[in-house]
């Protein structure tokens, strides 16, 4: 059997990754394959258990930036061995909101840890398991941050840990995918997130179809 596709999501807060996430994952059923939708962090029991100290519990608040890493890439060693590898070994289509391009963008940039080591707490966790394509959705920060107040207005935000960061955090961020996207630019495709859903679904198709 051929082997499956792992497809990773990234970009800033308020991407619009999850609906493109559904958009893709309907196409691709619809044209016969098997999908597997996932997130980080979580995807398994204890990853989300990991998400929810990582993202919402007041014991998190304030943990060290190497805390975060740590806990971050315990998510994607279960992830990568419960779920992503048996899901390629099987032939899927396997499409991750989020795999370790976030953790160099926001623990490498936004929080300022050491690029190498970052890099080699991420190789220790994900071993030879590698994304066949990345598509960074990126949207200016004044729309991102529109959408978010467009979404706290409607379901109340739970207290969210990254949501919180200063304005200078998610410019790191950005500037951390711009970089991954200069230097990996075969496997990291900048996708312009900014529009309707249909017409951003459109460009996420043309990089799927024209990669794989
Ligand atoms: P999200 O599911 O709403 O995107 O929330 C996940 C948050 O975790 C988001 O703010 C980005 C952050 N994150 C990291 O800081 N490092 C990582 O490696 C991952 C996967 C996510």
Redesign the pocket.
């Known amino acids: 059997m051929a082997r499956g596709r792992l497809i990773t999501f990234e970009g800033g807060?308020a991407g619009g990754?999850s609906t493109q996430i559904r958009l893709l994952s309907e196409r691709l059923r619809s044209a016969g394959m098997v999908v597997r939708e996932l997130?980080?962090?979580g995807g398994t029991p204890l990853g989300e258990k990991i998400r929810h100290l990582?993202?919402h519990d007041p014991d998190g608040r304030g943990m060290a930036a190497e805390t975060?890493l740590l806990l971050?890439n315990a998510s994607?060693a279960e992830l990568v061995r419960q779920s992503i590898r048996p899901a390629l070994a099987a032939g899927e289509m396997v499409l991750c909101?989020?795999?370790?391009d976030?953790?160099t963008a926001?623990?490498a940039g936004?929080r300022g840890l050491d690029g190498a080591a970052v890099r080699s707490v991420i190789d220790f966790a994900v071993g030879d398991t590698h994304p066949d394509l990345t598509l960074w959705l990126r949207v200016p920060r004044e729309i991102a941050l529109q959408r978010l107040a467009g979404r706290n207005a409607l379901t109340p935000s739970l207290d969210d840990r990254?949501?919180a960061e200063k304005e200078a955090f998610f410019e790191r961020v950005d500037e951390a995918y711009a970089a991954l996207a200069a230097a990996e630019p075969q496997r990291v495709r900048i996708i312009d997130a900014n529009g309707d859903p249909g017409t951003v679904a459109e460009r996420v198709w043309h990089e799927v179809a024209s990669q794989l």
């Not at 909101?97 to 370790?100: C, G, K, V």
């Open positions: 807060e990754k997130r980080e962090p990582l993202k975060e971050m994607r909101d989020r795999f370790y976030s953790t926001y623990q936004g990254f949501e």
